[in-house]
Nanobody
Framework: QVQLVESGGGSVQAGGSLKLSCAAS????????MAWFRQAPGKEREGVARIDSDDNTDYAYSVKGRFTVSKDAAENTLYLQMNSLKPEDTGMYYC???????????????????????WGQGILVTVSS
């Protein structure tokens, strides 16, 4: 059974930093494409960052240069380092893992992923001005 558990969220002032972690069980993070999504209050969920099995990465334009996605195979954990945070970064952040089989559903920035089948429960990030 695949489980994804996020941690590291919280409240921070604008300009600050947070590092989110997503501990995976039953799923080898190094082998598949994984991603971070977020959902701000009253808005649709949006993709933030993706990383494939070769550690190629792709970011939403709004976070490029400020956020860094990475994986640690030994810890079997996905990370999102968030720097220079802005109030508009506020929202629930979710980690997601692609399906184990199937065709790629989405390719951008050189990163191709299947549909994201597995999701964490989400963690809140609040950035105050």
């Amino acid at each position: 059974q695949v489980q994804l558990v996020e941690s590291g969220g919280g409240s921070v002032q604008a300009g600050g930093s947070l590092k989110l972690s997503c501990a995976a069980s039953g799923y080898p993070v190094s082998t598949y494409c994984m991603a971070w999504f977020r959902q701000a209050p009253g808005k649709e969920r949006e993709g933030v960052a993706r990383i494939d099995s070769d550690d190629n990465t792709d970011y939403a334009y709004s976070v490029k240069g400020r956020f860094t996605v990475s994986k640690d195979a030994a810890e079997n954990t996905l990370y999102l380092q968030m720097n220079s945070l802005k109030p508009e970064d506020t929202g629930m952040y979710y980690c997601a893992a692609e399906a184990l089989t199937g065709d790629h559903a989405y390719c951008a920035g050189g990163v191709c992923c299947r549909l994201f089948e597995f999701w964490g429960q989400g963690i809140l990030v609040t950035v105050s001005s």
